[in-house]
């Protein structure tokens, strides 16, 4: 469904250019959900970047069902890091704007935002304006908004980051849910070892920069899971160890071990 092709990027500040993702090589099959986690800086937020085609590779390609993404990738809904609410439109009005731009009616809008508004727990918030929330509650606006939409991919770039752990586990189930009734291929960055293994069906662990992709992990725990029981599952202990193992080296600086 998504493939990528030996993909790199190159960015330059001040006058120095350097490698911010090289040689990405990664295919994600219809349906699957994939997490990525890796050190800040890595080039996680740019890979995602590119998948959506708001951002040109220096090398390599990207597929999304055969055909090069070249523009828009129309076909993806993307969560980013920052939320991108208008802050002129009230909760409500930010969840219905995908919506509004496929020319769905005024009533089909009311009930599909209201039942995603509920979804992510912001009942009572429709006509609150972003900068009357809270950063978590920005985020599950955005989240709200981006199912909505219905789009055939989800790209989340660390969605639950700013999320208390109690509301993260209930979202990272809602989610789960959606995902398995909805069957949508998910991306989903993030930088919780616990997360990505609780959600995904591979891992894929990228090293710090330039990030390439270090491993790709499977995890083999049955669905459906319970995001807050699966952590005491043997299989859980056993790809917590690997990924661990493959993780830390990247956080370890050169010059700073004895
Ligand atoms: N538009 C940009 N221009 C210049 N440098 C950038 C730009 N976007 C990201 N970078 C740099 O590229 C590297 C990777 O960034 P990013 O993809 O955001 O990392 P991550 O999401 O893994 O934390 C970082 O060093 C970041 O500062
Ligand atoms: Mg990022």
């Not at 986690?37 to 085609?53: E, F, H, Q, R, W």
């Not at 890091?81 to 219905?96: M, Y």
Request: net charge neutral; glycine share 8%; with cysteine.
């Amino acid at each position: 469904m998504i493939q990528f092709n030996n993909v790199s990027k190159r960015f330059t500040r001040e006058g120095k250019s350097f490698w911010a993702a090289q040689n990405i090589n990664l295919d994600i099959q219809e349906g699957e959900f994939i997490t990525v986690i890796g050190p800040s800086g890595c080039g996680k937020s740019t890979v995602l970047n590119m998948c959506a085609g708001l951002m040109k590779s220096n090398g390599g390609e990207i597929y999304y069902r055969g055909k090069l993404v070249e523009k828009t990738n129309t076909n993806v809904g993307y969560m980013t890091q920052k939320d991108n609410l208008l802050p002129w439109r009230t909760v409500k009005q930010n969840v219905e704007i995908g919506l509004e731009i496929k020319g769905v009616s005024a009533k089909e809008r009311e009930i599909e935002s209201a039942k995603y508004i509920e979804m992510v727990g912001l009942k009572g918030f429709e006509k609150h304006y972003p900068q009357e929330l809270s950063g978590g509650m920005r985020k599950r606006v955005s989240l709200a908004k981006i199912l909505a939409y219905h789009p055939e991919t989800l790209l989340m770039d660390e969605p639950f980051g700013a999320l208390d752990a109690q509301l993260r586990l209930i979202l990272q189930d809602k989610l789960l849910q959606i995902w398995k009734e909805t069957k949508k291929t998910i991306i989903f960055v993030t930088h919780d070892l616990e997360e990505a293994i609780t959600l995904g069906d591979r891992v894929a662990v990228f090293s710090k920069r330039p990030g390439t992709i270090k491993l790709i992990q499977d995890v083999n725990i049955p669905r459906p899971r319970d995001t807050f029981n699966v952590r005491f599952t043997d299989e859980f202990a056993n790809v917590h160890a690997k990924l661990w193992e493959a993780l830390k080296e990247e956080f370890i600086e050169e010059g700073n071990v004895g």
